[in-house]
């Protein structure tokens, strides 16, 4: 009888613990699915965090874009902007150089010959041809201690380097602007006004940085 009561009894115990084993289970798997929600919700607000901020990039860098281009127009290149990238032959090049006078400013061809002045230079560029030309080279010794800063600063630059300053820059102020500027100006020689054999900055291309007040007055058509 003994046995049979004990037997009863953990019985008993045995069912009253279940309900408690039940509503155990249940809470945890109520916790489970509250924390795969709120996973799921950060990584929802997250996506959409990190799409606000790429589309806040996106203008940002739009904005700055448009501010690049308007300083360009105002430096009196805005007529580069609209020649069309061209596939030239290698062989019609070769020719074309072969057949242009450089002391004449002349291009011989099968058909005559044709004089290229600064003029026809900057009517087909959209450039200034007119007005002073720049100094050949800078003279480092006659520059103010501030504009050896700038010299230093841009001596040795390759065409790269300045490609991505120019990219990287902002143009929220002054400062930035007038350096954006100067950048341009070293880019558009080297790139395409004055390009040369060696793939750094000369001292022909700095000596127009110096001259920012009337950049836009300098005979750029009498350069080639």
Excluded: C
């Amino acid at each position: 009888m003994a046995d049979s009561s004990t037997s009863s009894t953990s019985q008993s115990a045995s069912k009253t613990r279940k309900p408690f084993h039940f509503r155990a289970k249940i809470k945890v798997q109520n916790i489970q699915v509250i924390v795969r929600n709120l996973r799921q919700n950060t990584i929802k607000l997250s996506i959409k965090n990190l799409k606000r901020k790429q589309s806040n990039n996106t203008q940002r860098k739009f904005i700055k874009i448009s501010e690049k281009k308007a300083i360009v127009r105002d430096l009196g290149f805005g007529g580069l902007m609209h020649i069309p990238p061209l596939k030239v032959d290698h062989q019609l090049l070769r020719e074309l150089a072969n057949n242009f006078k450089l002391g004449e400013n002349r291009l011989k061809t099968g058909y005559g010959s044709f004089q290229i002045t600064p003029k026809t230079i900057g009517d087909a560029l959209g450039i200034n041809a007119t007005g002073d030309l720049f100094p050949e080279k800078v003279e480092y010794k006659k520059l103010s201690d501030d504009d050896k800063i700038i010299f230093r600063r841009f001596q040795g630059k390759t065409l790269k380097s300045l490609t991505d300053e120019m990219m990287e820059i902002g143009v929220g102020n002054e400062e930035e602007r007038l350096m954006f500027k100067r950048i341009f100006i070293l880019y558009i020689q080297m790139a395409f006004l004055l390009p040369t054999t060696i793939n750094k900055i000369s001292p022909v291309h700095l000596a127009p940085i110096f001259k920012m007040d009337s950049i836009s007055e300098r005979n750029w058509g009498g350069m080639f």
